[in-house]
């Protein structure tokens, strides 16, 4: 019976493996992905110390463009709102 790796949830690999991915399987265990492997029937997980802060790891994004006013677009926007209002209260 050879020792086996457990990683990514139902994936199982040889210990040599394991060895041979040992940075990417350390990587894995910080991301939260669940690390374990077996060896003569017992099973060991691969915990980091302390959780990491998967909060830290995002990357923002930019949303609005920052060359663009968003005082000067709602007033453009109330502008023609009320333009539109204007056209639709002489139709009464």
């Given at each position: 019976m050879h020792p086996n790796v457990r990683y990514y949830m139902y994936m199982v690999v040889?210990?040599?493996?394991?060895?041979?991915?040992i940075?990417?399987?350390?990587?894995?265990?910080?991301?939260?992905?669940?690390v374990e492997f077996t060896h003569k029937g017992v099973t060991f997980k691969v915990i980091p110390e302390k959780p990491m802060d998967k909060v830290k790891n995002i990357t923002p994004l930019q949303i609005v463009n920052p060359e663009y006013s968003l005082e000067s677009a709602a007033a453009e926007m109330r502008t023609e709102m009320e333009r539109e209002w204007e056209k639709?209260?002489?139709q009464l």
């Amino acid at each position: 019976m050879h020792p086996n790796v457990r990683y990514y949830m139902y994936m199982v690999v040889p210990i040599s493996k394991f060895r041979k991915e040992i940075f990417s399987l350390a990587e894995a265990a910080l991301s939260g992905t669940p690390v374990e492997f077996t060896h003569k029937g017992v099973t060991f997980k691969v915990i980091p110390e302390k959780p990491m802060d998967k909060v830290k790891n995002i990357t923002p994004l930019q949303i609005v463009n920052p060359e663009y006013s968003l005082e000067s677009a709602a007033a453009e926007m109330r502008t023609e709102m009320e333009r539109e209002w204007e056209k639709d209260w002489s139709q009464l």
